[in-house]
């Protein structure tokens, strides 16, 4: 920000993230999760509250929660323990939601990020559980005017995973870059897609101000509904100037939840009847509580992949990748795994990471993991194609017409380079033949080369070039030219 | 003359399907012409299912025509205490709030006695929500005890017990959450057995107090309570709190005599307060197992006294979060006429629910609030566990405890108005939903007046067996189940 009355005080930020995970089946019933189907279709006794119905805990989610909680470098309970949360609101099928309160899954955690300015930052992580996600209203025109409002229960039950970070974080910036490092590691882990747009990952912020040097907390606003990184920032940014211009006016900040409007981009502090205020928790009697086998436990800390801190940093140090193109390749597992694969089977780390960035990339989404694995172009034929131009059968302009073939065809490099009789000319005597031509037909920049005007050469060049059709293998002409011209 | 179906009990009327004397069809439908002629007097059924009942029953007299009957229940009718799931059958908990409700799946007890092959005749009347003793706070109608048409049948399964002792039913299912089968088993002077909890799954059930409820059978003697168990028991993958307990065959020891078993009489269950003839008959029945070749000796259960303060607690705070999804948002009873969706479920809860069940749903919810939570609810567990050992250090010494079901015999309608009066009436049952164990109520005499009186034989956990085989061998020293009331 460029005003900004926020000098004098540091910035308290503490960020609660809720992820969706990618299980097949809600927390806890066998409905399926996937998003986007037709209203109400997802649903059962169970995810509808009906009376009677009782909760089974997915296991899949449990070890997704337990790998996050590794890789976050928590610590595992071993037994944990649901609990209710109470609150009316009839997206809500049961009234209350199953969550976790006093034995949550994991807690005392921290991850490592990369600050803007290289430095880096530690945010600890307080505590992870889960929990279940509430269904969807839907009103009949505005919530002001609806003359009736609707339920969808698809995503009522759906697994959500809760993080909630300590108040470690010192700008908004930080922030955003928290977010985008935990998303980065929910993505390596398979554990959730990190889409913001379609909820499936969500944030809130904790935000408060106090005088530089001072140890205590200032009184904190929660702040809800951001929807993107980039709202992350915004809200935090205006959210901050807000509170340093208020406290140096002398007021003093409300303990509130306030709501991000993106577009006014301002925060506008909640209703007070928007939000409850006594959960009423206690231990969720229908579910045992959950004992974690120290030794499953310890296979899923085995199993964990490599984060994506750790592979930049190995992609910069094993491959002598610059820093920024480690950090594109590292955006999704899929995308790194890409690279090295590719990079094993032609052992040029910069041409490969050049070809990714600026051919693959230009095609397909870098976060999109299932696109990146059906890529018809594998990493095995992008290998292929780059020893096309390294052995010189292609000229490096060709390659990139190849490319385009090969993801509209699937075909390999080498079957279209064949077919299409892309095959660089590098037969001298043929060369020298449609070399001699050009010298005959322009005598111009013959004549200009002559006096000694050597950039003429370069017309001459792209004369032979066209003469074949692109194929001409330019180091030949190159080669050719000069010794004619000098001969003449 | 052909046999009258309905003076059997479940094992004598197999017997009589075996032997071609009846068919199922003949019995169901000498049920239902009792069942039309007198439930009028009685009022132990809510709903009567003729049409599912006839049409179960000949399929049962096709599997005895071709002698392959599929359990020792097949053709067997039998009656559910209406808060039990059926599948497009009404469930309403004798509650307004689901007078129009309709599951859309059976119970789990329900599957599996209709995988058995019984015949389900109908729905039993119950206090809203299985909160009573009882029946009389059924929203629809009162239940009289078959013994004496003044008097309460017991509750909160007094439609089912009063449906077994007039004869309207073979067997029953009902619950019990603080003694809801055995109190009304013993007013009515049939078997009631309330099941380990964990024994029987709750799936289906609509949930009272999620910790406590567990369903068992109401029988005209110990080896048809034994039978139905057999039926019902055994872990379900639907309900996470049920055990992973091998089922034995209940009925197999029946018939072993008591030498050798270690009764203990604990003194507490016959403090001040208890009515001198239910004194009699307990101690008289005591005395003819230790004639039978039991030991008995004095006990102590020292945290009795604090049983009912406990459970007022737990119970009615596990009930205000179970009973929060009726909201008139999704199925049952919804008020019109409301301006928005608070106003919608305020209306529809006031109009829904009865006086018994508001006053347990605000005790629930003050004991749960924020500042409350300790000093209730917490210290209220922390009782619980002390109840739970004074019966783990009873049975290091004793096999069985043997006392009193009920303080008293069945009262007036309308003698009990002050809600304190009628928890008390629970002082001697509430203990062991508390520890979760099995006990069994069966008849042991009669006041002076002719009213029923049960005695109550609890077990340790998962021990039915030994609880099973101590009440037969009561039952058949004694003789007193073979007396039924009088109605024609």
């Known amino acids: 920000m460029s005003a900004r009355p926020a000098s004098g005080w540091e910035v308290v930020i503490g960020l609660e993230i809720h992820a969706q995970l990618l299980t097949r089946s809600k927390m806890f019933c066998g409905c399926p999760t996937a998003f986007g189907a037709p209203p109400n279709t997802q649903t059962c006794p169970v995810c509808l509250g009906m009376p009677g119905v009782l909760p089974v805990v997915n296991r899949r989610a449990v070890e997704l929660g337990v790998r996050t909680a590794l890789a976050l470098n928590c610590r595992v309970s071993e037994r944990c323990r649901f609990a209710r949360k109470h609150y009316y609101y009839p997206d809500m099928p049961k009234n209350f939601q199953i969550s976790q309160y006093e034995e949550p899954l994991a807690r005392d955690g921290w991850l490592e990020v990369d600050l803007p300015d290289g430095s880096v930052r530690r945010v600890g992580i307080e505590r992870l559980h889960l929990e279940e996600d509430v269904g969807k209203l839907v009103h009949e025109g505005t919530l002001e005017t609806a003359q009736a409002s609707l339920v969808d229960f698809n995503r009522s039950g759906v697994p959500l995973m809760e993080t909630v970070s300590r108040p470690d974080i010192r700008s908004p910036e930080e922030a955003a870059a928290f977010l985008k490092a935990f998303r980065a590691v929910l993505i390596y882990l398979d554990v959730c897609d990190g889409n913001m747009e379609e909820g499936s990952l969500r944030c809130d912020a904790n935000v408060s101000l106090r005088p530089r040097g001072s140890d205590a907390f200032g009184t904190k606003v929660e702040i809800k509904n951001m929807n993107s990184f980039r709202s992350v920032q915004r809200a935090l940014e205006f959210e901050v100037e807000r509170q340093a211009r208020a406290l140096e006016a002398g007021e003093r900040i409300v303990q509130e939840t306030r709501l991000w409007d993106a577009d006014r981009g301002v925060t506008r502090a909640m209703r007070s009847k928007e939000y409850a205020h006594d959960y009423r928790y206690f231990p969720e009697p229908d579910l045992t509580p959950l004992a974690l086998d120290p030794a499953w436990v310890e296979d899923l800390r085995r199993g964990l992949p490599e984060l994506p801190r750790a592979r930049r940093q190995r992609l910069v140090s094993q491959y002598g990748l610059p820093p920024y193109d480690a950090d594109v390749l590292t955006q999704t597992r899929a995308l790194a795994e890409y690279f090295e694969a590719a990079v094993r089977e032609f052992p040029q780390a910069k041409t490969v990471s050049n070809w990714i960035m600026s051919e693959l990339l230009r095609v397909l989404p870098g976060d999109d993991e299932g696109a990146l694995r059906a890529s018809p172009v594998t990493p095995g034929r992008l290998a292929g194609l780059l020893r096309l131009v390294e052995d010189g059968t292609i000229s490096g302009k060709i390659a990139k017409d190849v490319f385009d073939r090969m993801v509209r065809t699937g075909e390999d490099a080498r079957t279209i380079v064949e077919r299409e009789g892309l095959t660089q000319v590098a037969d001298t005597a043929a060369l020298s033949r449609i070399v001699d031509e050009v010298i005959a037909q322009n005598p111009r920049p013959v004549e200009d080369y002559r006096k000694g005007k050597t950039v003429a050469a370069r017309a001459l060049v792209g004369l032979v070039m066209k003469a074949t059709g692109g194929k001409a293998n330019p180091g030949i002409v190159n080669r050719l030219l000069e010794e004619k011209l000098s001969k003449l | ?488």
């Open chain 2, 1 to 488: 003359m052909k046999t009258d179906a309905t003076r059997l009990t479940v094992h004598e009327l197999t017997a009589a399907y075996a032997r071609g004397a009846v068919t199922p069809t003949e019995a169901a439908e000498a049920y239902l012409e009792r069942i039309a002629k007198l439930d009028g007097r009685v009022g132990a059924y809510l709903t009567v299912t003729r049409d599912h009942a006839l049409a179960a029953a000949r399929a049962a007299d096709e599997r005895y025509r071709r002698g392959t009957p599929r359990s020792p229940l097949d053709g067997v009718p039998i009656a559910l205490k209406d808060v039990l799931s059926t599948r497009g059958v009404p469930t309403t908990c004798g509650s307004r709030i689901l007078e129009r409700y309709v599951p859309p799946f059976d119970a789990t007890a329900m599957a599996r006695l209709a995988d058995a092959g019984a015949v389900l005749l109908g729905k039993t009347n119950m206090d809203e929500f299985a909160m009573g003793s009882s029946t009389e706070h059924s929203a629809f109608r009162p239940t009289h005890n078959p013994w004496d048409p003044g008097r309460v049948p017991g509750g909160s399964s007094g439609g089912s017990a009063a449906a077994v002792a007039a004869g309207l039913a073979a067997a029953a299912l009902g619950t019990d959450t603080g003694g809801s089968i055995r109190q009304p088993a013993a007013f009515c002077g049939v078997v009631g057995l309330k099941p380990t909890y964990g024994r029987v799954s709750r799936y289906g059930l609509v949930a009272f107090a999620s910790s406590l409820d567990q369903i068992g059978p109401l029988a005209r003697d110990v080896r048809d309570a034994a039978l139905l168990l057999g039926a019902i028991a055994g872990r379900d993958p639907l309900d996470a709190t049920s055990v992973d307990e091998p089922v034995p065959d209940y009925t197999a020891a029946l018939g072993r005599d008591v030498r050798g078993l270690r009764l203990g009489v604990p003194r507490e269950y016959f403090a001040e307060g208890i009515d001198p003839d239910v004194e009699r008959a307990v101690r008289r029945a005591i005395a003819a197992l230790a004639e039978l070749g039991a030991a008995v000796e004095e006990i102590s259960l020292p945290t009795t006294e604090y049983g009912v303060a406990v459970y007022y607690i737990l119970a009615p705070a596990e009930a205000s979060s179970n009973l929060a999804r009726y909201d008139g948002v999704k199925y049952g009873l919804r008020v019109p006429g409301a301006r928005d969706l608070i106003e919608m479920s305020g209306r529809t809860r006031a109009a829904g629910f009865g006086a018994e069940v508001k006053r347990r749903i605000m005790l629930g919810t003050y004991v749960l609030s924020a500042g409350y939570y300790e000093a209730y609810y917490g210290r209220a567990q922390k009782v619980r566990t002390l109840v739970r050992r004074d019966f783990e250090r009873a049975f290091a010494r004793v096999d069985l405890v043997v006392a009193p079901t009920t303080p008293n015999v069945p009262f007036a309608h309308g003698e009990k108005q002050d809600p304190l009066s009628m928890y008390l009436n629970d002082a001697y049952t509430i203990p062991v939903n508390l520890a979760g164990l099995p006990a069994i109520s069966v008849p042991c005499g009669f006041s002076p007046a002719g009213l029923p009186i049960g005695l109550q034989l609890i077990g340790r956990p998962f021990d039915e067996p030994t609880v099973l085989r101590a009440a037969h061998a009561y039952e058949q020293a004694t003789g007193w189940v073979a007396r039924r009331p009088e109605l024609a």
